[in-house]
């Protein structure tokens, strides 16, 4: 029972009725008809082999015998045969031939196998070995059909002196190859049948591939699978392993335009496109992925054709679905525009910066959406201002803020340009009505040929041919124009575009705007600033100054500067930092400067003035704590420098801010280390000074920390770049500022930058004269003539009356009022200056004597004879001085 199954698949493999039957015959036939011939060749190879061995082996053993040693002696010798007899029939059976004769010159035998033999004539041919020749012959001898092989025996002088031949029966040969015979039949036999097994299972595979068909069948299911193959409407492709085309129907030809050869060619010659050839030739599966091919967008299938064990390549199938093109592209262009859009979003308005806002929407625009766009602004917007309404119809002047296409040479007004836009355009129109506007051919546009009939001719000459117009509008505020331009290779413009092109507006204006209310604030924080700030520095001879302001870009700060000419030829300098940006930095600066300027009147040392000061800052938050109900510390920093040019001294004291840099003459740097203090408005502790005396021509340094501070730079880094770039003593004060800068100043300016070079000078000690009064009146005649005397000497007669008057005033005052010892300075710089200090520290007070009063009028007379006067208090007493011009 278990064998009937294969009986059945046997009979049905070897049914000729069957394609699988008729080639299982045919497989057999041809592996019985190569067994066969291959027997065939193998007995007549063995019967010419036998042969060849007869003749080799008597070859060989003739040849052996005849030069064996001793054997021409032996020959020669009384009895040969009883010698060689023995000898030739052990070599004979050493040697496996039938005979081994050894023979005179006559022929007759002196050996032989069969003894009677000897003494007879031998029989074959022995004339060619007499004359030292060797024959080989197949003769029928005394023992049967044989080879033998004669071979002469040479003496010494090459005499032939006999002959030895060797023989053997072919017979003998051929029964070794006999015996393999049936060897050799029973692998052939084994090889039939295991090729007939072979064949078999060939046949069963062929079997189930072709269901048991005929041929006729067969030829009937090829015809109609190639006729509907051809007939369907969808394209199939075929391509082998090698990448060459196996087949192609109809519909496929039609749809990939292929050659009328394109079977058996490789896809990569048939001129297809790179994504096609990349689809056909893929051994991955591909499930209706959309491909264009020429006008045509085709639905692809691919499979491989190997992935179940059959034959490497792929089955490519092809449906045109062209009307999904109309579908697929109105999809394409929403996602273009949402991309621009998303894009427009990302690009406009990184920065608060008007004209730099509207150069982002018109390069957004001009890389998607359009071939040029400009962008055009009220001259109000540019300032941080709001245009005025215009009537309907009026003309408009808007300047031409950004243009960004595709060439550099555009007929279009460039940019920078104070365009005038007659009424009757769409520039004109939609600025004054808000309205967007939608040209679609230029060329029939009368109201916007009206503008410029030359230039607009030369745009239209240039190739564009469609404009939208959108104007720039946020929180009601009208602030300019956008225009978009295309040629006539892109086509006009759409109301889908009219869309796009007014979101893009919608999105910039609101960052236009912001920009403009940012750029009008900043202005005026700018404005407040400069005008809080010093407009040129005071005339004095204490120190060449130059200085360096720079506003940040983001919005001003608190930074601030200040030359201040004090009394006795002195000067202080001044340099602060408020914290935070904006207009109450900027004011809270103002504050501070009127009160150091105001503390600097008093002549209070620089630790006296900052404490001054810290209480401002206090004060003001305790007004702006009263104001929004809770603490709020205005905080700031300040440098406050007093520079004596006849001592060549300097005292300073620091609230929080960097230590200012001092540049000696020759050429070394330090930073001068002074008790740093706390901020002002901190309070707590006290401020102090620390004098430090300078030699001629010394630079002092005092700058903000956003010179030498910021994101990216740490401050010890920015003092050691600062010191490294002083480390020059050849510089004006001007160079030094312009050097400092070029180093220092960062990219991105986030802070204010203040910076104040002061180079130090000296009055001459011929300049300088002081001497002590006594406490008497007589004092004061003498201190008369020696002022007189002195002014002499400097070429100043015509000062001499109103100095002596002074002068006489003064030191009487010290001398009725004051306590001794009492000195007088005079000092001869721009001014004329005359000093008389005491060791009391009560101030005198001008007094308005009436007529009738004796006394009261001296200090009235020095106020009105010179320019100014004071006092000034030092720790030994106070200095009374009075200033006058020459």
Sequence with gaps: MPREPSVR????????????????????????????????????????DRYAAARDRSLAAAEAFAHGPGLVATMQGPDP?????????????????????????????????????????????????????VTVERVHGPLGPEYQVVVPVEDTHGGVVGIVSAGMKVANVSSAINRQLPVVLGAGAVAL??????????????????????????????????????????????VGGDGRVLLANDEARRLLDLPPDAEGRAVTDLGLDPRTTELLLSDSAVTDQVLPVGDRL???NNRPTGSGGGPPGSVTTLRDSTELRALAGKAEVARGRLRLLYDASMAIGTTLDVQRTVKELADVASRDFCDYATVDLAEEVLRGEEPQPLA???????????????????????????????????????FVSGRSALVPELATDVGWRTQDVERTQAVLEFGLASLITVP???????????????????????????????????????????????????????????????????????????????????????????????????????????????????????????????????????????????????????????????????????????YDPTTATCALARAGHPPPALVHPDGAVELLVLPAGPPLGVGGMPFEATQVRLSPGSS???????????????????????????????????????????????????????????????????????????????????????????????????AAFVTELVLSELVTNAIRYGTGPIGVRLLYERTLICEVSDTSSTAPHLRYAVAEDEGGRGLFLVAQLTERWGVRYTPEGKIIWAEQFL
């Design 9 to 48: 698949r046997l009979r049905s493999v070897t049914s000729i009725r069957s394609v699988a039957g008729q080639m299982f015959l045919m497989q057999v036939f041809i592996v019985l008809l190569l067994v066969v011939a291959a027997v065939v060749a193998l007995l007549v190879q063995s019967r010419s």
């Design 81 to 133: 045969s009883a010698v060689l007899q023995p000898l030739t029939e052990a070599a004979r059976k050493g040697a496996q031939v039938d005979f081994i004769v050894v023979a005179d010159r006559n022929g007759i035998r002196y050996t032989h196998p069969e003894p009677e033999q000897i003494g007879k004539k031998f029989v074959g041919t022995i004339d060619p070995s007499l004359h030292g020749l």
């Design 193 to 238: 049948g295991l090729a007939t097994a072979g064949t078999a299972l060939v046949g069963r595979r062929l079997l189930r591939q072709t269901r048991g068909l005929g041929p006729e069948e067969m030829t009937r299911m090829y015809e109609h699978h190639d006729a509907v193959l051809h007939a369907v409407r969808e394209g199939v492709a075929i």
């Design 298 to 300: 085709l639905a692809v």
């Design 392 to 430: 309907v119809g009026a003309g408009v002047e808007l300047r031409r803020v950004a243009l960004t296409g595709i060439r550099d040479d555009s007929p279009l007004y460039p940019e920078g340009k104070l365009v005038r836009w007659a009424g009757t355009t769409p520039q004109a129109a939609g």
């Design 472 to 642: 720039l509008t946020a929180r009601g505020v009208l602030m300019g124009i956008a225009c978009f331009w295309r040629g006539r290779n892109r086509g006009p413009f759409e109301d889908e575009d009219l869309s796009v092109a007014e979101e893009l507006a919608a999105r910039a204006a609101v960052s236009v705007d912001n920009a403009r209310r940012f750029t009008r604030e900043h202005t005026m924080a700018v404005t407040l600033q400069h005008s809080l700030l010093p407009r040129a520095l005071p005339e004095q001879s204490a120190v060449e100054v130059a200085y360096r302001y720079l506003p940040a870009q983001a919005g001003v700060g608190g930074d601030w500067f200040d030359v201040i000419p004090l009394p006795g030829a002195r000067v202080a300098l001044v340099v602060g930092d408020v914290v935070g940006h904006g207009m109450h930095a900027a004011a809270t600066m103002g504050r501070l400067r009127t009160a150091v300027q105001n503390f600097s009147t008093l002549d209070l040392p620089p630790d006296e003035l900052l404490g001054h000061l810290d209480e401002l800052v206090a004060h003001i938050d305790q007004e702006a704590a009263a104001a929004v109900g809770e603490l709020s510390i205005t905080g700031a920093t300040c440098l406050y420098a007093i």
């Design 700 to 798: 002092l340094i005092l700058y903000t920390d956003g010179l030498v501070e910021d994101r990216t730079r740490d401050i010890g880094v920015g003092l050691d770049t600062l010191t490294a770039v002083l480390a020059r003593p050849d510089r004006s004060p001007q160079e030094v500022c312009e050097a400092v800068l070029d180093v220092l100043l960062p990219d991105r300016q986030t802070d204010d930058i203040a910076l104040l070079v002061a180079r130090t000078r000296v009055l001459e000690p011929d300049r300088i004269a002081e001497w002590e009064v006594a406490s008497t009146p007589e004092a004061v005649a003498q201190a008369r003539a020696e002022a007189t005397r002195r002014l002499a000497e400097w070429g100043l007669d015509e």
